[in-house]
């Protein structure tokens, strides 16, 4: 079994940085894709960013220019650092991995979030 883990959620005044890790542990051989998305209250969780194990990167449009993601393949980490954060950034976060490949097996896996409050 894959299990994720987040941290680096907290409370953080608009103009802000934060930055989020996410650590995948198991049994796990390689990680095709991590990232990130997010859902508010009300809200569809929608994607933030996510990162290839070749390190191609797509951003929502929302997060382009503020926001950087990267990986540590060796550590089947990621990160997300925010920065310049906005009220309307305020939302659970939570890391996906997708592909994860134990032996002969792909699987997707979600952690359980941390919440990114950001006050105005």
């Known amino acids: 079994q894959v299990q994720l883990v987040e941290s680096g959620g907290g409370s953080v005044q608009a103009g802000g940085s934060l930055r989020l890790s996410c650590a995948a542990s198991g049994n796990i051989d390689s990680i095709a894709t991590m990232g990130w998305y997010r859902q508010a209250p009300g809200n569809q969780r929608e994607l933030v960013a996510t990162?290839?194990?070749?390190?191609?990167?797509n951003y929502a449009d929302s997060v382009k220019g503020r926001s950087t993601i990267s990986r540590d393949n060796a550590k089947n980490t990621v990160y997300l650092q925010m920065n310049s954060l906005k009220p309307e950034d305020m939302a659970v976060y939570y890391c996906y991995a997708a592909g994860v490949r134990s032996g002969p097996l792909y699987t997707d896996y979600w952690g359980k979030g941390t919440l990114v409050t950001v006050s105005s």
């Open positions: 990162i290839t194990i070749r390190d191609n990167i």
